[in-house]
């Protein structure tokens, strides 16, 4: 038995709004479940259980902002279902200002009801004809303006909840701040400057760069998509961030985490990438085990990973498990892009534009294929010997494509 706490979705996040629950008191959950929905700077996120049992109480309440670290909800073995909760967040909390405000612990305190609003509000009301829907679904549906009548719900009982509305053709253009995903601009700009200031204030950068020969790589490409349907062809993202995971699995002091005790390696990539939000927001979640995936797969999850963080359904562990990050800006015709390390990680590989190129090629002059990839790593933990190392083996890597 253990509590399900409010997830940590990166180091720029102290709260999180419980946005709903998609299980009730009583269900069995998996590892690995999708069970609740939090709303942060960076959109309604998809939160999932980390492992398996039986949700025997809910201490939130939907719409309530409570720190990170908050136990949400018991999962155990369901002898305890009708038990009384160990902590909850107080009548105030329902204030999002005064939970930040007021709290003083990261454990709520005791609650003198278990959590039955949720059922009750899913469940339809026959004699009012109330489609029977979430919270956070109806708030939507009414920014949306869509009819809550014509949505299929996939929530509890058949309610309608908030995933049910991504595709959701609506009336009404989404609000300004909450196009792309449903993220505040203004929050998340707000986020972002806060995580970036503390790596300038926390991380001693430094910044290598070089020039890398994509003959190899551009002509396998073309070969092997030559063969394909369009919809199973690749990009030459996807060779990068298969490049990119090998070089981090060889040197694991620039894949890892930074904290108060120091660099913890981590034991595999989960290798970020930045995806910029129409709208105006940057988000950076996590491919999870890049380097076992083969490149067909890598690019599937690839185009599901944008796909979702522009439209809505990225999951908690998506936002958490990054362990570097990729950035990429070629689509813009920027060059060479030098990047800022995401605290608490320790390095950022930035890819310019694939542009053709003059290269020495023997004794001769060529005109190939070409792509500057720059590293941001921390200096606290390796040097400038070890990133130059890095870089040189991403090059490796791309010279034989058909090994990725």
């Known amino acids: 038995m253990s509590d399900f706490l409010m997830p940590s979705m990166g180091a ?4 999180g709004t419980l946005a709903e629950w998609l299980v009730s008191p009583g269900e069995r959950v998996e590892k ?26 809910c201490y939130v309440k939907p719409d309530t902002m409570v720190p990170v670290g908050t136990p949400l909800a018991r999962i155990g073995n369901g002898e305890r279902v009708a038990a009384k909760r160990p902590g909850s967040v107080p009548e105030t909390a329902a204030e999002p200002g005064h939970v930040m405000a007021e709290a003083t612990s990261t454990r709520p305190a005791a609650q003198s009801s278990s959590f039955p609003e949720l059922p009750s509000s899913l469940v339809p009301e026959p004699e009012s004809g109330r489609v029977a829907a979430s919270p956070a679904a109806r708030r939507r549906a009414r920014e949306l303006g869509v009819e809550l009548g014509r949505i299929n719900g996939s929530g509890p009982g058949g309610a309608i909840v908030l995933r049910d509305l991504a595709q959701a053709p609506g009336d009404k253009p989404w609000p300004e701040h909450r196009r792309g995903g449903g993220f505040d601009r203004d929050e998340m700009r707000q986020a972002i400057a806060a995580s970036m200031s503390r790596s300038k204030r926390e991380i001693p950068h430094y910044y290598l760069a070089t020039t890398l020969d994509l003959h190899a790589a551009d002509h396998w490409l073309a070969e092997y998509n030559r063969e394909q349907p369009p919809e199973a062809r690749l990009l030459m993202a996807a060779l990068f961030m298969k490049a990119t995971a090998r070089a981090l699995s060889r040197y694991s002091d620039l894949n890892g985490h930074y904290d108060e005790q120091g660099f913890h390696p981590a034991e595999r990539v989960h290798l970020g990438m930045a995806i910029h939000l129409r709208g105006g927001g940057l988000i950076a979640p996590a491919l999870r085990d890049t380097e076992a995936h083969e490149l067909p797969a890598l690019m599937s999850r690839l185009q599901d990973l944008v796909q979702r963080a522009r439209s809505g359904g990225l999951r908690a562990s998506e936002l958490s498990s990054a362990t570097a990050t990729v950035t990429a800006l070629g689509e813009r015709g920027v060059d060479t892009v030098y990047g800022v390390i995401h605290p608490p990680q320790v390095a950022m590989i930035g890819f310019g534009s694939v542009r053709r190129r003059p290269l020495a090629v023997g004794n001769m002059l060529a005109i190939r294929p070409a792509v500057d990839v720059s590293l941001a790593a921390d200096h606290r933990v390796c040097d400038g010997h070890l990133g130059a190392l890095f870089l040189n083996e991403i090059d490796a890597q791309l010279q034989h494509p058909e090994a990725l």
Do not use: H, L, R, Y
Not at 12 to 15: I, R, S
Not at 37 to 53: H, L, N, Y
């Open 32 to 57: 690995g479940q999708v069970i609740a929905v939090v709303e942060t700077a960076k959109g309604a996120i998809d939160v999932e259980v980390f492992e398996s049992g039986v949700v025997e109480e």
């Open 12 to 15: 720029d996040m102290e709260a």
